[in-house]
């Protein structure tokens, strides 16, 4: 009991300070370095989405891109032919999503591993074909993609454009982390482990597989939506090319790479998808492909849980070695 | 109806293309349980390797059997390195390194090749036939076509006939009784994931002078030939063999009356779903009892 | 060094172009007494990195101008980022190039929709988009997008020219037409439609299209052969059509067939469809094919070869991209040279607008580079061509449109 006050302190100042090193590079760096910011900020809910259903629940899914590309339509289209302000589309997106996630989870139940990873991977192969066949092209303007006009800030606030989309992206991803966060925190995150983990005895502990996995699967499909969403605003064009499979594989691997069930793994793994193929590109010029495979099956081996996980391991070692 | 039986006999044509790889996605999916999405891949990566033997000066079928020996090592030393540890791994984890896979091998084809479509000899051309059907059929098909029945029945009596074959069904069905009994089952693994390299190898030096050679080559074929593996039962190669040919007939008649052309690969995506959800085992297969 | 009067002198366009300066560093972003920055973004990765050629090449003829002794004493600086083909690294690449390696401008550009993603941007900065690598038609607007440009002849107007010679040569033809799902093949249609006219509703007797993930179009050729066409128009990238032309010929069905400029290559579509199976088979040209025979001694093509020998060694000299890269380089140098001292966007701008009847070695014989402030398409003319089992035989006169 007596330790309560100085934790609530504790935290408070954590979130404060959290608050400060989102907010600070808004008003440090320049317009393409928060562009950047503003990508990892989407893709790390993206991946946050999937990490609900592929990392805690187990159910591998190679096709949220599939999601995310509804999401980013969904904004779009109510933008360009709604005139929707841009915010007012976050929503909707996630509803849709989530709905189409219900919808995908419920033959979801039925596959198994690596059964649901090929379906869905014939899913996120399948997308760019889909949003440009007749009967999508009226709404996602076929081949041409949609031209968007991205946000301003509110009036009276002395930001540029940049600054704004930033830190807007940034408001939503917080929100959403801190509500992952909370959820994660319940008996939702228990079961959905349990299910990963051993899903017989979970259904004999009289969990509802069923039930908890085609919520998961909303959860997640309506996170990611969100992220295609942000990243459509932020991007201020769609196109079928900017939802292919590359997509949903660069998710998956950064997914992977950060740590599957993991919060901050996400947010790692965001810096990866954005920041890995530049620096690839030192390399080699064709090497993207190479450095990803690589890494990816090298963080399998060497890091199972991902750099979160093995940032996790070396500091509980550190703390265990002070405290002996 | 002249329309329909031509769209049928070039449906058979390009499902033979689907049939070949799907022959060595079964192995795969036999021997270790795993659906190798890298598998188009490594095939592609071989066909290359025969490209550069045949450009080097080997006849053709010096090339193929080297290719296909070439490809096998690379199979067995994937199992041995990679996959063997991840025996006891989680589902994600297996899928994390086949889709590594995917990506190096992708990369390493158009790091090395090049990106630029290639021509790829064909054994059965130049003899002066004008192919099957008017032409509906061409004479590599032709000859496609009976490599891979022949393939088919060499892998039916491979796993009747021979004592690596039987062990190989044994240490897939049930592991640990195979390693009481005295079967080495690390190595029939390995044996396995070799195998299906060399089928695979076998199915891109067939593809690759009808789609060409890049390092694309087999991204469209993988779910088609996943597709027809499934239909006629992942666990049964005539079933994935007839499937393969089924698929693209129906790939064929669905495009040209039904969906239309954009959607075929769509089509392939139901077709995988549909199968999953109401029929695992596939038209064909046998339906597996899992002891918990 | 900058003189008073050359800056004076082009005050008209650079005034509008960017704000009041105090250095002529502010004037000409990009440049420098010794260097002119310029960006581009290709796909070095992913499944179109086969373009990624062009930007090698690009960045090889840059390096030859500069042994040279570079453009009015300025080496060329030439960034070209990978995007991958995909628009949102696109835009990520682009504001890179111009945000932080501080290009004065970005040059060819790939891809409909990675450049589509881009170009708002580029007019809102008012960043030259000079020369973007794709043949859809929109990026000839001066009016809505003047600081974007395009380079080769668009899609739709050579579809058109493909529909007027079948209206004179054949006016009861049944055309068929295979076209790929994307920007790409729907342009075509658009463009024959634009050379067909009223007639298009009766001649055409059949369009289907393909998927870039389909292994073969073999369901596709038998449709429209079903379909009784017995003209044929191929709108498709080097794959689909080799195999189309080699499809038709199996199937001992001979159409009048027209395939699209981006597939004329002879030595990555028709060696690879069968040089005795093409026979007969038309397109329209604005370049000459480096593999073809016809331009073995051909005083343009030597040039080339002598840049490939020396600056490309080992890479592929029958890929097509290495040519077509050398023509927009040579283009871009032209528009450099008649810049002179003034680099700033705003004259560069200007400059690619004001091409004369330029004559670049890699163009087929009678067709020049020109532009003005109203005309932001810089090749409009094209010649049919036939195969007639060795080479392209050019025919009937340049068409310009």
């Given at each position: 009991?007596?330790?309560?006050?100085?934790?609530?302190?504790?935290?408070?100042?954590?979130?404060?300070a959290?608050?400060?090193?989102?907010?600070a590079p808004?008003?440090?760096?320049?317009?393409?370095?928060?562009?950047q910011?503003?990508?990892?900020?989407?893709?790390?809910v993206?991946?946050?989405?999937?990490s609900l259903v592929?990392?805690?629940?187990?159910?591998v899914?190679?096709?949220h891109?599939?999601f995310y590309?509804?999401?980013?339509?969904a904004?779009?289209?109510?933008m360009t032919?709604?005139a929707w302000?841009y915010w007012?589309?976050?929503?909707v997106a996630g509803a849709m999503c989530a709905?189409?996630?219900?919808a995908?989870?419920?033959?979801a139940?039925r596959?198994?591993g690596?059964y649901?990873?090929l379906?869905?991977?014939?899913?996120?192969?399948?997308v760019?074909?889909i949003?440009r066949?007749?009967?999508?092209?009226?709404w996602?303007?076929?081949?041409q993609?949609?031209?968007?006009?991205?946000?301003?800030?509110?009036?009276?606030?002395p930001?540029?454009?940049?600054?704004?989309?930033?830190?807007f992206?940034?408001?939503?991803?917080?929100v959403l982390?801190?509500?992952?966060?909370n959820?994660?925190?319940?008996?939702?995150?228990?079961?959905?482990v349990a299910?990963?983990?051993?899903?017989?005895?979970?259904?004999?502990?009289?969990i509802?597989l069923a039930?908890?996995?085609?919520?998961?699967?909303?959860?997640s499909?309506?996170c990611?939506?969100?992220?295609g969403?942000?990243?459509a605003?932020?991007v201020q064009?769609?196109a079928p090319?900017s939802?292919?499979?590359?997509?949903?594989?660069?998710?998956?691997v950064?997914?992977?790479?950060g740590?599957?069930?993991?919060?901050p793994g996400?947010v790692?793994?965001?810096a990866f998808v954005?920041?890995?193929p530049?620096?690839?590109e030192?390399?080699?010029?064709?090497?993207?492909?190479?450095v990803?495979?690589?890494?990816?099956?090298?963080?399998?081996f060497?890091m199972?849980h991902?750099?979160?996980?093995?940032l996790?391991?070396?500091?509980?070692s550190?703390?265990?070695?002070?405290?002996? | 109806?002249?329309?329909l039986?031509?769209q049928?006999l070039?449906?058979?044509?390009?499902?033979?293309?689907?049939?070949?790889?799907?022959?060595?996605?079964v192995?795969?999916h036999?021997?270790?349980?795993?659906?190798?999405?890298?598998?188009?891949?490594m095939a592609?990566?071989s066909t290359y390797?025969?490209?550069?033997?045949?450009?080097?000066g080997?006849p053709y079928?010096?090339a193929?059997a080297l290719?296909?020996?070439?490809?096998?090592?690379?199979?067995?030393?994937v199992?041995?390195?990679?996959?063997?540890?991840?025996?006891?791994?989680s589902p994600?984890?297996?899928?994390?390194?086949?889709?590594?896979?995917l990506?190096?091998?992708?990369?390493?084809?158009?790091?090395?090749?090049?990106?630029t479509?290639?021509?790829f000899?064909?054994?059965?051309?130049?003899n002066?036939?004008g192919g099957?059907?008017?032409?509906m059929v061409?004479?590599?098909?032709?000859?496609?076509t009976a490599?891979?029945?022949?393939?088919l029945?060499?892998?039916?009596l491979?796993?009747r006939?021979t004592k690596?074959g039987?062990?190989?069904?044994?240490?897939a069905l049930?592991?640990?009784?195979?390693r009481?009994?005295?079967?080495?089952?690390?190595?029939?693994?390995a044996a396995?994931?070799?195998?299906?390299?060399?089928?695979?190898?076998?199915a891109?030096m067939m593809?690759?002078?009808?789609?060409?050679?890049?390092?694309?080559?087999m991204?469209?074929?993988?779910l088609?030939a996943f597709?027809?593996?499934?239909?006629?039962?992942?666990?049964?190669?005539a079933?994935?063999v007839?499937?393969?040919?089924?698929?693209?007939?129906i790939?064929?008649?669905?495009g040209?009356?039904?969906?239309?052309?954009?959607?075929?690969?769509?089509?392939?995506?139901?077709i995988?779903?549909?199968v999953l959800?109401?029929?695992p085992?596939?038209?064909?297969?046998?339906v597996?009892v899992?002891?918990v | 060094?900058?003189?008073?009067?050359t800056l004076l002198?082009?005050?008209g366009?650079?005034a509008?172009?960017v704000?009041?300066a105090?250095?002529?560093?502010a004037?000409?972003p990009?440049?420098t007494?010794?260097?002119?920055?310029?960006?581009?973004t290709?796909p070095?990765?992913?499944?179109?990195?086969?373009?990624g050629a062009?930007?090698?090449?690009?960045a090889?003829f840059?390096?030859m101008?500069n042994?040279?002794?570079g453009?009015?004493?300025r080496?060329?600086?030439?960034?070209?980022?990978?995007?991958?083909?995909s628009?949102?690294?696109t835009?990520?690449q682009?504001?890179?190039?111009?945000?932080q390696?501080?290009v004065?401008?970005?040059?060819?550009?790939?891809?409909?929709?990675c450049q589509?993603?881009?170009?708002?941007?580029?007019n809102?900065?008012k960043v030259p988009?000079?020369?973007?690598?794709?043949?859809a038609d929109?990026?000839?607007?001066?009016?809505?997008?003047?600081?974007?440009?395009?380079?080769q002849?668009?899609?739709?107007?050579e579809a058109?020219?493909y529909?007027?010679?079948v209206?004179?040569e054949?006016?009861q033809?049944?055309?068929?037409?295979?076209?790929?799902?994307?920007?790409?093949?729907?342009d075509?249609?658009?463009?024959?439609?634009?050379?067909?006219?009223?007639a298009y509703a009766?001649m055409?007797?059949?369009?289907?299209?393909?998927?870039?993930?389909?292994?073969?179009?073999?369901?596709?050729?038998?449709?429209?052969?079903?379909?009784?066409?017995d003209?044929l128009?191929?709108?498709a990238t080097p794959?689909?059509?080799?195999?189309?032309?080699r499809?038709?010929?199996?199937l001992?069905?001979k159409?009048?067939h027209?395939?699209?400029?981006v597939?004329l290559s002879?030595?990555s579509?028709i060696?690879p469809?069968?040089?005795?199976?093409?026979?007969g088979?038309?397109?329209a040209?604005?370049?000459?094919?480096?593999?073809d025979?016809q331009?073995?001694?051909?005083?343009?093509?030597a040039?080339w070869?002598?840049f490939?020998?020396?600056?490309m060694?080992?890479?592929?000299i029958?890929?097509a991209?290495?040519?077509?890269?050398y023509?927009?380089?040579?283009?871009l140098?032209q528009?450099?040279?008649?810049?002179?001292?003034?680099?700033?966007?705003?004259?560069?701008?200007?400059?690619a607008?004001?091409l004369?009847?330029?004559e670049i070695?890699?163009?087929?014989?009678g067709?020049?580079?020109?532009?003005?402030?109203?005309?932001?398409?810089?090749?409009?003319a094209m010649?049919?061509q036939?195969?007639?089992?060795k080479?392209?035989?050019l025919?009937?006169?340049?068409?310009?449109?």
């Open positions: 009991m007596s330790g309560r006050r100085p934790t609530r302190l504790l935290s408070a100042a954590v979130v404060l959290g608050a400060a090193v989102l907010l808004a008003f440090l760096l320049s317009g393409f370095h928060l562009f910011l503003t990508m990892m900020a989407v893709y790390a993206a991946i946050l989405g999937l592929t990392g805690y629940t187990g159910q899914s190679l096709g891109g599939a590309a509804v999401g980013a339509y904004s779009a289209i109510l032919d709604f302000p007012t589309t976050l929503p709905a189409f996630g219900f995908v989870g419920f033959p139940l596959l198994t690596h649901l990873a379906v869905t991977f014939a899913l996120a192969v399948a760019p074909q949003l066949a007749h009967f999508a092209e009226g996602s303007g076929g081949v993609g949609l031209v968007i006009v991205g946000p301003e800030a509110p009036a009276g606030l930001l540029s454009p940049d600054q704004w989309t930033y830190l992206t940034v408001a939503v991803a917080a982390f801190a509500l992952a966060r959820l994660l925190a319940g008996r939702m995150r228990y079961a959905m299910i990963r983990d051993q899903p017989l005895a979970a259904e004999a502990a009289g509802d039930r908890v996995k085609t919520r998961a699967f909303a959860l499909a309506g990611t939506g969100i992220a969403a942000l990243g605003i932020a064009f769609v090319d939802f292919s499979v590359q997509l949903s594989i660069a998710l998956f950064g997914l992977v790479v740590g599957a069930a993991s919060l996400a790692l793994g965001a954005q920041f890995v530049n620096l690839s030192l390399v080699n010029k064709n090497a993207p492909g190479v990803y495979g690589v890494l990816l099956v090298a963080t399998l060497l199972p991902g750099v979160a996980g093995a996790r391991g070396a500091v509980t550190r703390r265990g070695r002070s405290n002996r | 109806m002249v329309g039986l031509h049928t070039s449906g058979l044509a390009t499902g033979g293309v689907y049939a070949s790889l799907a022959l060595a996605l192995m795969v036999r021997s270790t349980h795993h659906l190798n999405f890298a598998q188009g891949e592609t990566f390797i025969a490209l550069m033997l045949i450009q080097a080997l079928w010096v193929f290719t296909v020996v070439i490809a096998f090592a690379l199979g067995v030393a199992e041995r390195l990679l996959m063997q540890r991840m025996a006891r791994a994600l984890a297996v899928v994390g390194v086949v889709i590594g896979l990506l190096l091998f992708n990369g390493l084809s158009g790091w090395l090749f090049g990106f479509i290639k021509q000899p064909s054994p059965f051309e130049g002066g036939g099957a059907f008017g032409g061409s004479d590599h098909e032709v000859g496609m490599v891979t029945i022949a393939v029945i060499a892998m039916s491979f796993f006939m690596l039987l062990a190989m069904r044994a240490a049930n592991p640990e009784s195979s009481l009994l005295g079967i080495r089952v690390g190595a029939t693994l396995g994931w070799g195998v299906a390299a060399g089928l695979g190898a076998i891109g593809v690759a002078p009808i789609v060409f050679l890049d390092p694309n080559m991204a469209g074929v993988l088609y597709a027809g593996a499934l239909l006629g039962g992942i666990d049964n190669p079933g994935a007839a499937g393969g040919f089924a698929v693209g007939v790939e064929n008649l669905g040209a009356y039904l969906v239309g052309t954009e959607l075929k690969l769509t089509l392939a995506l139901v995988i779903a549909t959800v109401v029929r085992a596939g038209l064909f297969g046998h597996t899992r002891r | 060094m900058i003189s008073r009067r002198g082009t005050a366009l650079a509008a172009a704000p009041p105090r250095a002529h560093a004037e000409m990009g440049v007494d010794k260097s002119i920055k310029i960006g581009n290709n070095h990765s992913g499944p179109a990195s086969a373009y062009i930007a090698n090449a690009e090889a840059f390096k101008v042994d040279q002794g453009i009015g004493g080496m060329i600086e030439y960034i070209s980022r990978d995007d991958a083909y628009p949102p690294k835009v990520e682009t504001r890179r190039l111009v945000e390696d501080g004065a401008f970005i040059l060819n550009g790939l891809g409909t929709a589509t993603a881009v170009r708002p941007y580029m809102a900065r988009q000079l020369f973007v690598a794709t043949g929109k990026w000839g607007d001066p009016a809505h997008f003047p600081w974007t440009m395009g380079w002849p668009s899609y739709r107007t058109a020219i529909g007027k010679y209206l004179r054949r006016p033809a049944k055309i068929g037409v295979l076209y790929q799902n994307d920007d790409f093949g729907k075509y249609l658009i463009g024959l439609k634009d050379g067909l006219g009223d009766k055409v007797v059949k369009e289907v299209s393909y998927e870039t993930t389909d292994p073969t179009i073999d369901s596709q050729a038998v449709s429209l052969q079903a379909a009784g066409a003209t128009v191929t709108a794959k689909w059509a080799a195999q189309m032309i499809k038709v010929a199996d001992n069905w159409p009048l027209f395939i699209s400029n597939s002879v030595g579509v060696r469809a069968g040089v005795e199976k093409a026979v088979v038309i397109t040209a604005y370049g000459k094919d480096n593999t025979p331009w073995a001694n051909d005083r343009g093509m040039q070869r002598a490939m020998a020396k600056y060694p080992g890479a592929d029958n890929d991209n290495h040519v077509y890269a023509g927009v380089a040579t283009t140098v528009v450099l040279k008649q810049c002179g001292n003034d680099l700033s966007r705003g004259n560069i701008m200007k400059q607008a004001s004369k009847d330029l070695p890699t163009l087929l014989p067709i020049r580079v020109t532009t003005s402030a109203t005309n932001f398409h810089p090749i409009r010649q049919l036939r195969w007639n089992g080479a392209w035989e025919f009937g006169a340049v068409i310009a449109v």
